[in-house]
């Protein structure tokens, strides 16, 4: 018996999180909203990939337990396959999503753009709408994070959207060899910084 | 007949481990100590469960040795001492099922037929957003379902 729920049941639902979350229980401290949202998202990701993996062969190593969040539980998540996957083959993988389901209906408040220098309109633009964006990312990373880690594998995931609608670059690194990078990356994740995790993540693989 | 199920997680934690009988051994009586308050069977099955962990550990890192496809989630007969033997299943989340039973003859189909409503029934359980991942599993409900599943077991592989 499968039971169903309507997916704007679903979207609704995370918005009201990050909502609550930023806005209401962490009102000034974007930080600690999202550290909050990160580890709710690491409990779904613990359950959701027991559930996911109860019918499948054992995984032989860390690839095949990779390849399986990459595929099936992507496409049980978000209802679509990942659109491109990207590795440096040293612990690195970056996951490229071009229309993604959860924040295909979000716009930006095309307000915020107006009022932006004249001189690099669109380059502000991006960047408001990308903090806008940026604690809604949060959830998906911890459940990616958490799937992971309940299948042994411990890593850092971090997330980046460019143009609107929906084009999310997820990225994570495994760990145990890069130990000092995980840790820039973490820093670097707080709502002025995405930016720049992005750019840290693509030098590693570039 | 069933005599113990387990559950034990990924750092070899016990997560549950409930007992189906009362006391069957003939050579012991009930008036052998208790040891901070456990029985003394109840801790002769924690004692079966924790040495049948390290067959699972060996046959998960010997994979050619003891001849087993590597991929597969049950892992048959664990160890057949004594008066009981103990099978084993391994999950791709590091979970051990551990199944106790002092029938002489049990079908590999029944076995595999058992663990698979075990993992259903523990993936439930865990699903539970109350559940502490890494804590034991306090669910009534669980334990319930645990208890039909082996019931049915017994009844299925009796004939």
């Not at chain 1, 580890?39 to 996911?52: K, T």
């Not at chain 1, 408040?109 to 903090?131: H, L, R, T, W």
């Not at chain 1, 959830?139 to 992971?148: K, M, S, W, Y």
């Not at chain 2, 040795?65 to 299943?89: A, H, M, Q, R």
């Amino acid at each position: 018996m499968v039971r169903e729920v309507s997916e704007s049941c679903v979207e609704s639902l995370l918005a009201e999180i990050v909502l609550s979350y930023c806005s209401g229980f962490y009102a000034n401290k974007p930080e600690l909203a999202a550290r909050r949202i990160e580890a709710i998202g690491f409990q779904v990701g613990h359950q959701l990939s027991e559930r996911y993996t109860m019918d499948r062969p054992r995984f032989t190593d860390n690839l095949d337990a990779i390849k399986f969040i990459c595929k099936d539980f992507w496409s049980e998540l978000f209802k679509k396959q990942i659109d491109n996957l990207k590795t440096n083959h040293r612990g690195t993988f970056v996951l490229q999503d071009n229309r993604f389901r959860w924040l295909a209906h979000m716009s930006v408040d095309p307000s915020v753009q107006a009022s932006g220098n004249i001189q690099d309109p669109s380059a502000m633009a991006e960047n408001k709408s990308a903090q806008a964006t940026g604690m809604h990312l949060y959830f998906p990373c911890g459940i990616i994070r958490g799937a992971l880690s309940n299948l042994g594998i411990e890593c850092a995931v971090s997330a980046d959207i460019s143009n609107l609608p929906a084009s999310l670059c997820l990225a994570f690194i495994i760990l145990m060899p890069l130990l000092w990078l995980s840790q820039n990356l973490f820093s670097s994740i707080s709502l002025q910084n995405a930016d720049y995790a992005a750019l840290l993540v693509q030098s590693i693989i570039f | 007949m069933i005599v113990c199920v387990a559950v034990v997680g990924h750092q070899n934690n016990p997560l549950y481990i409930q007992s189906f009988t009362k006391g069957d051994d003939s050579l012991l009586r009930i008036s052998i100590l208790n040891v901070e308050g456990c029985s003394y069977h109840s801790l002769k099955r924690h004692h079966i469960v924790h040495c049948s962990l390290d067959v699972v550990d060996e046959r998960v890192n010997n994979p050619k040795k003891s001849g087993l496809i590597i991929n597969e989630t049950f892992l048959g007969l664990l160890n057949p001492t004594e008066n009981y033997k103990v099978y084993g299943y391994l999950t791709n989340t590091k979970v051990k099922f551990i199944l106790v039973t002092t029938d002489l003859e049990v079908r590999d189909v029944d076995a595999r037929v058992f663990f698979g409503r075990f993992h259903t029934a523990y993936v439930d359980a865990v699903s539970n957003p109350f559940h502490i991942p890494g804590k034991k599993i306090t669910s009534r409900k669980f334990a319930e379902r645990v208890s039909t599943i082996v019931k049915s077991f017994g009844l299925s592989s009796g004939g």
